[in-house]
């Protein structure tokens, strides 16, 4: 049997499901890879919330996480409620992106990481969403980041003061991640029509939601109904050590040009390498000191000055090399 690449180079097939297939309203979809100190958490926002068998899909997907037992603790947390799968071994988390979509048999999938929470009331407001706006793709939510334990320490900019269809989203989207993934939930059929998630580990979503846009209305509530959660074992925090983001969003600017309009796409593109510039940028003083790591920094800094060169990555460059010159705090 041919192996599958851990990194899909094209959207990966999600298969549309058998016309007999018994439907809930909800899949919540919970990718796990070696997070099963957020698992619990993550759970128990969800089945605080349980609308019961009928109308929602609770399942954890999980990639041979190696830092517990996975299937005992789901057993433990849902008792029976919450369906369990292992891959047969480390497919990667694109592949394990893929296999919790094809599983999903509700006609709204809500990809939930095994690290994130559910807001109380998410499920409800995002289905009265859907019915108010049958031809939106999908719907989006405020969200909160919150650290390690769970505290709050930053929200969510609202994209738009009111509830509804977001004005000009595909323009918006395609210049700068404003969304994390607890707080999209998409309509399957969406995910059938478009493919699932491929290319890059790190942007991997930002281009989902760039290709969404470009196919379907997104509506979205500024009510804050998510929690994503900002910890530094991560695959984001990893990437940030290697510099492996920028390069991947690099590649995710490339990849989204083709969703955008002809005319637009030669300013869109230099806004978005403008807007990620600053964001690596203004990184840099995190991968220095709360990752003491002085000299992925400055390369971090350098790789931001070349993806656009403005005041903001200059001056971040030159802060970074003068710290490693004088040690600072190292």
Known sequence: MKQLNRIPDQPPAIKPLASATQRPVWSVMIPTYNCSHYLE?????????DPGPALMQIEVVDDCSTDG?????????????????????NRGSLRNFETCLNRAKGHFVHLLHGDDLSGQGIYQEAA?????????????????????????????????????????????????????????????????????????????????WVRIAANFPVVY??????????????????????????????????LIQPYLPADE?????????????????RTTDMTYHKYNAPAQALNQAGKAFRMHQNKVTFFFFCKILLKIMLRYKQ
């Open 41 to 49: 958490a993550t759970l128990k926002s969800v089945l605080d919330q």
């Open 69 to 89: 037992d996975i299937a005992a603790l789901v057993a433990r947390i849902g008792q029976g409620r919450v369906s369990f799968y292992q891959q047969p071994e």
């Open 128 to 208: 009265r969403l859907f019915e108010e706006y049958p031809h939106a793709g999908a719907i989006c939510t405020g969200f909160s980041y919150i650290n390690e334990q769970g505290i709050e320490i930053n929200k969510s900019r609202a994209l738009q003061a009111e509830t509804g269809i977001i004005k000009d989203w595909l323009a918006q989207i395609a210049t700068g991640q404003k969304m994390q993934p607890p707080a999209v939930l998409v309509r399957r059929s969406v995910y059938e029509q478009l493919g699932g998630f491929f290319g890059i580990h790190y942007g991997e979503d930002w281009e989902m």
């Open 221 to 254: 509530t500024p009510d804050r109904l998510a929690y994503y959660r900002v910890h530094t074992s991560n695959i984001t925090s990893r990437y940030f050590l290697s510099c492996q983001h920028i390069m991947d969003i690099a590649k995710v600017i490339e």
């Open 265 to 281: 796409r030669s300013r869109l593109k230099r806004q978005a390498r403008y807007n990620w510039s600053l964001y690596f940028a």
